[in-house]
């Protein structure tokens, strides 16, 4: 139990762009999750966090308007990057904070690179 | 703010040999929870270990086990009979237990395993 379904897994796209990342648990509802971006051999950076039904809670330098966090639904949450650049290409990575539990799930994270 | 600390970038065991990773974390709550996190080649988070701050017992988990020391405020991981799948990236993280908080990750300490 407790997957956390990341799409896609990779994708290539032109500098200007959007791209849109999905956050699905499957088996459970995740009223909070946790978007992270990672560089080559460096740890995860939390970007924002996503509450259902509501704005999500940037950090601290991150911008707002180029990466769109949507949280719609207990099960759903899509990170947009928008109007892409090459220095945007990293691994991104969602977690769902599962209710009742203290432990975080994992998606399996997703490999943007632009072009 | 939490912050945790790995101070080995690096580390190499052989196979069968046991390999200590060190953590460290600074906080000023008294109820929390520490993580590590083991991060293969896949870029796919597994959770290896977790240890709440209220239990005084060393959380054991086959050949994992953690040295938790709260005073100190030290969290180091033992792997023992390393084998070539332990080779990964392991990050240890931190979460206090107050709402929907998110991990603090440390920097990771990269474990290569030598056959």
């Known amino acids: 139990g407790a997957v956390v379904s990341q799409h896609p897994s990779w994708v290539i796209c032109k500098s200007g762009t959007s791209v849109k990342i999905e956050c699905r648990s499957l088996?459970?509802?995740?009223?909070?999750m946790f978007w992270y971006r990672q560089f080559p051999k460096q740890s995860l950076m939390l970007m924002a966090t996503?509450?259902?039904?509501?704005?999500?809670?940037?950090e601290q330098g991150v911008e707002k308007d180029k990466f769109l966090i949507n949280h719609a639904s207990l099960t759903l949450s899509t990170l947009t990057v928008t109007s892409a650049h090459p220095e945007d290409s990293s691994f991104y990575i969602c977690?769902?904070?599962?209710?009742?539990?203290?432990?975080?799930?994992f998606g399996s994270g997703t490999r943007l690179t632009v072009v | 703010a939490q912050t945790v600390t790995q101070s080995q970038p690096e580390m190499s065991v052989q196979e069968a040999e046991t390999v200590t990773l060190s953590c460290t974390y600074d906080?000023?709550?008294?109820?929390?929870?520490l993580f590590w996190y083991k991060q293969p080649p896949s870029r796919q988070m597994i959770l290896v270990i977790r240890?709440?701050?209220?239990?005084?017992q060393n959380a054991t988990e086959n050949r994992f086990s953690v040295n938790f020391q709260k005073a100190a405020k030290s969290f180091s991981l033992k792997i023992s009979d390393s084998q070539l799948g332990d080779a990964a990236m392991y990050f240890c993280?931190?979460?206090?237990?107050?709402?929907?908080?998110?991990?603090?990750f440390g920097k990771g300490t990269r474990l290569s395993v030598i056959a």
């Open positions: 906080t000023s709550e008294s109820d929390y929870y």
């Open positions: 996503s509450n259902e039904g509501s704005k999500a809670t940037y």
């Open positions: 993280a931190y979460r206090a237990n107050s709402g929907n908080t998110p991990l603090v």
């Open positions: 240890q709440e701050a209220y239990k005084q």
């Open positions: 088996d459970f509802q995740a009223t909070t």
């Open positions: 977690s769902a904070l599962r209710v009742g539990y203290y432990g975080y799930t």
